[in-house]
């Protein structure tokens, strides 16, 4: 049975890349499947220690998910720290993942930077973490943007590795299932997550430079569309937004080469669940002067329901505070369990 998990780390304000890559598509998913959506605030610590307003942060980010539509009690939505079989698990994992698996992340080498030696431990095994999230709950699916495939293809990694190091104990327990994974037939206790990418607005860009993601990093707020501006903010980042003077092509082809105005249609087409073509077959031959208050018409028609929710919200922190509690009493449930298999497996008394 196919199984969603995501996450979302509680630094920073949240932007539209992270509404496109994962809010959005987090909703999409609930009514076909069964969804664990995280705020990862274990990861939060890994690149920074000390924050001021952790607690307040792991609030909006709960308050953003609520107000993007998701339902906590038909799904599960809960905070990372307080499930401690994440932290058990990414522990076991940090002995199955290679050093060198780690080093090779691209996330990790922009992050600790030149001096790598000084970066925290904690920041080389995040994807051991992330691993963990997933895998404790055995989730299938998982919806991300498109900088988080690296990550998720090390998770199948550990997965593999630990399907095959203990295989013997996992067909003695009977817990596991068989699989082929190429044409390699595995007895599997974990299984092999699917990153869930695809869509129009797979990696969001910058509105300064077509070149650069949209992240909540950038120094500029001109770059990034953040889930709390206002309507006239919205709109006049749109208007501001970085173009090439030639009128949008009226094939998705034409738009190679373009990095700013493909960026500007993806945003479109995912705003409004239509494909890039289908956005193109309708703007095609119009001048940026034409398209760009569209955009910014429809992205305050969806962005100003879900700010202003999250704004009500995040004054009621005892309602954010009780549906993380009991998203965490159910996530922990399944958690216990498939940890009471993981210490069977390793041979833990
Ligand atoms: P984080 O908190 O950086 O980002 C949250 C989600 O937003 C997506 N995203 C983007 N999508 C499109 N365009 C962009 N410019 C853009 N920027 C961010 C990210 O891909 C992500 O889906 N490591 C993860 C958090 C995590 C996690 C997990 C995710 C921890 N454990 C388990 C999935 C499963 C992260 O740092 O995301």
Redesign the pocket.
């Known amino acids: 049975k196919p199984q969603i998990?995501?996450?979302?780390?509680p630094?920073g304000n949240l932007?539209l890349?992270?509404y496109?890559?994962?809010l959005r598509k987090f909703v999409a998913l609930q009514d076909q499947m069964d969804c664990i959506y995280?705020v990862?605030d274990l990861?939060s610590i890994t690149a920074q220690l000390v924050h001021d307003d952790l607690k307040s942060q792991t609030r909006s980010i709960t308050a953003a998910y609520l107000a993007s539509g998701i339902d906590p009690v038909k799904h599960i939505v809960f905070n990372q720290s307080a499930v401690p079989q994440h932290a058990e698990l990414a522990w076991i994992f940090n002995c199955v993942a290679r050093i060198g698996w780690m080093n090779r992340m691209t996330q990790f080498k922009d992050k600790a930077g030149k001096d790598r030696e000084n970066a925290s431990l904690g920041l080389l095994a995040?994807p051991s973490?992330?691993a963990a999230?997933?895998l404790v709950y055995r989730a299938t699916h998982?919806?991300?943007?498109?900088?988080?495939k690296q990550?998720l293809e090390l998770t199948r990694d550990i997965a593999m590795k630990f399907n095959l190091d203990f295989a013997k104990k996992i067909k003695e327990i009977g817990k596991g299932v068989d699989i082929t994974v190429g044409d390699q037939p595995v007895h599997a206790f974990f299984p092999m997550v699917e990153p869930l990418i695809e869509g129009p607005?797979?990696?969001?860009?910058s509105l300064k430079d077509g070149s650069k993601?949209?992240?909540k990093s950038d120094p500029s707020d001109l770059s990034r569309i953040n889930l709390t501006d206002d309507a006239d903010t919205v709109a006049r980042k749109i208007r501001k937004a970085k173009t090439d003077p030639d009128a949008l092509p009226s094939e998705v082809d034409g738009l190679k080469g373009r990095p700013e105005a493909d960026n500007l249609v993806g945003i479109f087409a995912a705003l409004s669940d239509r494909t890039k073509a289908d956005v193109l077959s309708e703007y095609g031959g119009q001048q940026f002067s034409q398209f760009k208050p569209a955009l910014a018409e429809l992205a305050v028609n969806v962005l100003s329901p879900v700010n202003a929710e999250m704004r009500r919200l995040i004054d009621d922190p005892a309602h954010i505070d009780a549906v993380l509690k009991d998203g965490s009493e159910r996530a922990g449930a399944i958690a216990e369990k498939t940890m009471k298999d993981v210490h069977e497996i390793v041979g833990l008394l």
């Open positions: 998990f995501s996450g979302v780390q630094t932007h890349g992270n496109l890559g994962a995280c990862v990861h995040y973490l992330m999230d997933i998982v919806p991300v943007g498109d900088d988080q990550h607005a797979p990696r969001v860009m993601k949209m992240s």
